[in-house]
């Protein structure tokens, strides 16, 4: 048994949920780097000539569970895994990683989350392998959050690159990944590097902190630096090769990004070369086919010449290549699930996320090794990338956190105000053209209508705190014919009517009869006032550009809401700048208003 093992089963042996932080106790043995000295690679050595191959591929998984514990049975799991309970996932895989979601049914609330970690490492500690898993979420911030209030939430990355600033960047990255922290979570699937230069993307978006290569760089490194200096987890740069330049969502189809190996250079490495050379943990890969690549018609996920040529060989990557999702339609359809599994980590990556056939994709990584046609040395390399992450970011020694600590470290009052005075500087004024902002103090009924439950209600909570007479009418993303009378009716009875936008651009899937756009053109025609804000990606002002009074906020959390009331009533100047151009509609290279506008007064 090798050292690393002996002193990881020593400190983690008699750990339960209760015990906590086992590691930290003086009658621990002391680290191995105070016992003898042995090198970081060298501990991780040990550890691999010790484990069969099943423990060796075990470790390149990435694992969920339905439900809000480690030990509760969920038949879901069962259909999935062939066990009920998420410990019982753990003990039959042995997973390198593991993912949180909150339309899985994992989250309830930051303590829970902590002691569920606590539940997923004991069960990974005492089976077998002895190893702690690296638990990851999707925590982008914005409009892609696992772990809502009374977590701090922010504006997003998008929100970011309006303010431009990349010290707020990295303090918002810092407090995220310090709350994840105390919840378990050592991994964060983010900073988003794509750069969004089509108007037209369903899946990126306001994702991307900006349409310029330069801005995305310099926010992407500002964010490595918040995780993973200063909050002690793993970032994960995502998604390689460059997602930025699709009309298709990945999800769903599989998109192709026909930039010249020119264009790639200039507009999608950038960013990526950037957190490469901060020292990103961990990049993540895109179900895109790129032709300037890899001509073969292959998404990046199981490319060869993207993932070990270009990533590996040009960028000079050192770190873990993880997937994006295996169950995503985009990488499913060309090889089927078994072969897929296999030309990933053929492709040069380390770890296969969220496969939708477990035992089918295990088996076959399995096979494949032993059959010759991945060498069990590849695979070591792999695990030498996903052991070392674990000890650089302390989840291999002290993987147990302190439920008790949540209230001190998760959503504080400082964390909030911090957050809030982030999100002030995002919002941006497009038009103004009847100087209708700032508006007086003069008390006015306001509707508040069109895009979001929680949203629309928080904008109207935070307008009569400011002594407004508030009505809300939530039209949704598609609104109906009923919907829109019913606003337009209210709008006529009201002195100012605020209507929130939420992708009314996208005819695609969001909103296939652009009834928003109808929505907001039949409230125009009152001949009210209407105030447009558009609360996620800021081109929809392009299809009602008759709109004189249009903002952007990038996000639509409650602090994006309070931010938006600041301004409409002056009690901050919008300072926000455009990090990206709104074209013309059906004229995508045509700016309507472009990159760096923004008004103020």
Request: hydrophobic share 45%.
């Amino acid at each position: 048994m090798s050292a690393l093992r002996r002193f990881a089963i020593a400190s983690l042996a008699t750990a339960t949920v209760g015990a906590l932080v086992p590691a930290a106790a003086s009658s621990a043995p002391p680290p191995i780097s105070q016992a003898n000295q042995i090198t970081d690679v060298q501990k991780a050595q040990r550890a691999i000539k010790g484990m069969s191959l099943e423990d060796k591929i075990g470790q390149m998984f990435v694992l969920f569970a339905y439900g809000p514990d480690a030990n509760t049975p969920d038949a879901r799991n069962t259909a999935l895994y062939g066990v009920a309970t998420p410990a019982e996932v753990v003990a039959k895989y042995h997973p390198g990683g593991w993912i949180y979601f909150n339309a899985r049914d994992n989250v309830q609330n930051p303590t829970q989350l902590a002691t569920y970690s606590n539940q997923l490492q004991t069960a990974a500690v005492k089976e077998g392998l002895h190893l702690p898993l690296t638990i990851a979420t999707d925590q982008e911030q914005g409009v892609v959050v696992r772990i809502g209030p009374p977590a701090t939430q922010f504006g997003g990355n998008m929100a970011h690159g309006a303010s431009r600033s990349t010290a707020d960047a990295r303090t918002a990255a810092g407090i995220t990944g310090r709350e994840l922290k105390a919840m378990g979570i050592r991994e964060d699937y983010a900073p988003v590097a794509d750069v969004n230069v089509n108007a037209l993307n369903p899946v990126i978006g306001v994702r991307s902190f900006s349409s310029d290569p330069k801005l995305v760089s310099d926010m992407v490194v500002a964010q490595v630096q918040g995780y993973q200096n200063d909050a002690g987890i793993a970032a994960t740069a995502k998604h390689f090769p460059g997602h930025g330049d699709t009309v298709d969502d990945s999800h769903t189809a599989l998109p192709t990004i026909n930039h010249t190996r020119e264009q790639w250079e200039t507009i999608d490495a950038p960013s990526f070369r950037a957190a490469i050379k901060a020292g990103i943990d961990s990049i993540m890969t895109a179900h895109i086919v790129v032709p300037s690549l890899d001509p073969s018609g292959d998404p990046a996920t199981l490319s060869k010449p993207i993932l070990t040529g270009v990533l590996r060989g040009e960028l000079g990557f050192k770190g873990l290549i993880v997937t994006d999702a295996l169950e995503m339609a985009a990488v499913r359809a060309k090889y089927g699930d078994a072969e897929v599994a296999v030309r990933a980590i053929e492709a040069g990556a380390d770890q296969v996320l969220l496969p939708p056939a477990p035992d089918v994709q295990f088996k076959a990584v399995v096979d494949a090794v032993k059959s010759g046609r991945i060498s069990e040395r590849q695979i070591d390399a792999s695990l030498l990338r996903i052991l070392l992450m674990k000890i650089k970011n302390g989840v291999l020694f002290q993987p147990f956190v302190d439920p008790a600590k949540i209230a001190t470290t998760v959503g504080t009052p400082a964390s909030l105000a911090t957050a809030q005075r982030i999100v002030d500087k995002s919002v941006t004024l497009v038009k103004n053209n009847t100087s209708t902002l700032p508006l007086t103090n003069t008390p006015r009924s306001i509707l508040v209508t069109g895009w979001g439950v929680t949203t629309t209600q928080s904008l109207a909570n935070s307008l009569a705190k400011r002594g407004a007479t508030t009505t809300v009418a939530q039209t949704g993303a598609a609104p109906s014919d009923a919907a829109i009378a019913d606003a337009v009716t209210k709008a006529q009875a009201n002195d100012v009517t605020v209507v929130l936008t939420q992708k009314a651009w996208d005819t695609k899937v969001t909103d296939k009869l652009a009834k928003q756009q109808k929505l907001v053109k039949d409230l125009l025609a009152t001949g009210r006032t209407v105030i447009v804000v558009a609360v996620r990606d800021p081109y929809d002002i392009a299809y009602f550009d008759e709109a004189p009074t249009y903002l952007a906020t990038y996000g639509y959390a409650a602090v994006s809401m309070e931010s938006l009331a600041k301004v409409l009533y002056g009690e901050i100047a919008p300072t926000g700048k455009l990090p990206v151009d709104i074209p013309v509609a059906g004229q995508p290279q045509t700016p309507l208003y472009p990159f760096g506008h923004g008004l103020s007064w």
